[in-house]
């Protein structure tokens, strides 16, 4: 089961899960990779062909809609599942909902490059051709999605990979502009023609677009290993079947997919970000369960440090992004013994020098994740101070992010009127007036400020 002792262990474990989904063939093969990852904790996870729930003090059951029927996805423990296992229940299924998406988006892309070698297959039986592809216009690149014939000469691969240009390829710039079709009867004998050492075979070359609304959407491309293999008759006969290729294309709302295909972004970025605020709410309660004396601590920061980020003018995005920095910035505390975080005397140098790491410690935690790499510096910051004084670089002014700042502040306030083991809360007048005796030693003077306003007007409440 998962519990405190394995507070580290279960971060690698989401991450763990994260790639299980990415390498994962079908719903099956996904189920039994996240089970391997599972077992250590005496969970596991499985799925019934009906929407029937289960639950007990031993399984929870989840409806999983899918594009063919509903599933109820089931995780099961050895022993009573505690309210962790339940959370790491729902961010597995948050990956398994994308790995599903994406597994039908790759499925309709495959079934349409089957209609597209199909189409190749019936081009052949009117044209001769040693090989042929169809391609989609995306921007100013020509992505192939359908080959035929290109095994003879051991350049599939090749083919799969490459991407024409109008400005690396006076053909494709020429049938782009003119939307109309282009005729090499002899490769050696065209001035513009591009030499590929891996296409150094082909001898002539056809090029007919593919045109739907008035609009060039593709192309299909030709070759023979012979000159003058095509005539101006071929275009002719395969006239007809252009229109039809054409709205095949269009009604598969290709254009959709590729551009999923092409963002910079990986899959496994996008799966994180889907589950980001599950395993943010997760890794903030495991740091309370470390630490039960600040339970609710790193939620009320993050509301603190959201009320001045607005008042200081930063954008939705930028406030929500101070939020995840807050509601982890003291995720390093998983690293510390309880014993010490939950001392009721006063700390040893030794022992605060121990707390002090947790800063380090969870900047190495999160630039570990792709989506919250940016995350870490914040939290790394957070204790940082503008005169120098602070940790872990003793950093000044400027050198500190803004939102460390804001997030530094709010982590003063928060803490001091707060219970601690070593003393009871402390009125806010004592906190506000550490805050203001130090506003432009310790604490950036714009971010005391629109705290102190804040605090006046009714806006933060503590």
Known sequence: MVNKENMLNYLNLLLKIKDATKRSENLEDCINRINNELRPYKLNIYYHLSSKYL???????????????????????????????????EIILLEIK???????????????????????????????????????LYEDKIKFLAFR??????????????ELTEKEFYTIKTVISTKSPLLIENTDEYPNWVYIPETSWIKSHLIIPIIYNNNL??????????????????????????????????????????????????????????????????????????????????KRVAKISSVIGKLLGFTQERIRFL???????????????????????????????????????????????NILQEVAPVVY???????????????????????????????VLEAMTSHRPYRPALPLEIAIDEIKNNKGILYDPNVVDALLYAIDKGRIRL
């Open 55 to 89: 639950n007990s003090e031993n399984e929870c059951s989840k409806l999983l809609q899918t594009a063919e029927k509903p599933l109820t996805l089931i995780i099961k423990g050895e022993e009573k599942l505690t309210n962790l296992d339940l959370s790491l229940f």
């Open 98 to 136: 994308e790995f599903l998406k994406d597994l039908e988006a790759k499925n309709k892309v495959e079934n349409i490059r089957k209609i597209l070698e199909k189409i190749l297959e019936e081009i052949e039986k009117v044209v001769s051709y040693t090989s042929a592809n169809i391609g989609i």
């Open 149 to 162: 014939g290109y095994e003879k000469y051991n350049i599939a691969d090749f083919i799969k990979t490459l």
């Open 217 to 298: 959407i593709g192309i299909i491309g030709l070759d023979s290993d012979k000159p003058y293999s095509f005539t101006q008759n071929d275009i002719e006969k395969l006239s007809f079947m252009i229109p039809i290729i054409g709205l095949a294309i269009e009604n598969a709302k290709l254009y959709e997919i590729l551009e999923k295909e092409l963002e910079e972004k990986t899959i496994e970025e996008r799966r994180a970000r889907s589950s980001l605020y599950q395993v943010i709410k997760v890794s903030s309660e495991l740091v309370e369960l470390k630490d039960p004396y600040t339970s609710g601590h790193q």
């Open 323 to 369: 939020n995840i920095c807050a509601l982890l910035h003291d995720i390093g505390k998983l690293s510390i013994p309880s014993e010490i975080l939950n001392k009721p005397g006063p700390l040893t140098p030794l022992e605060k020098r121990l707390v002090n790491t947790h800063t380090e410690t969870g900047y190495n935690i999160l630039k570990r994740i």
């Open 381 to 411: 910051q957070h204790h940082e101070r503008i005169n120098g004084s602070g940790y872990p670089l003793g950093l000044k002014n400027d050198e500190i992010l803004i939102e460390a700042r804001i997030i530094g502040v709010a982590d």
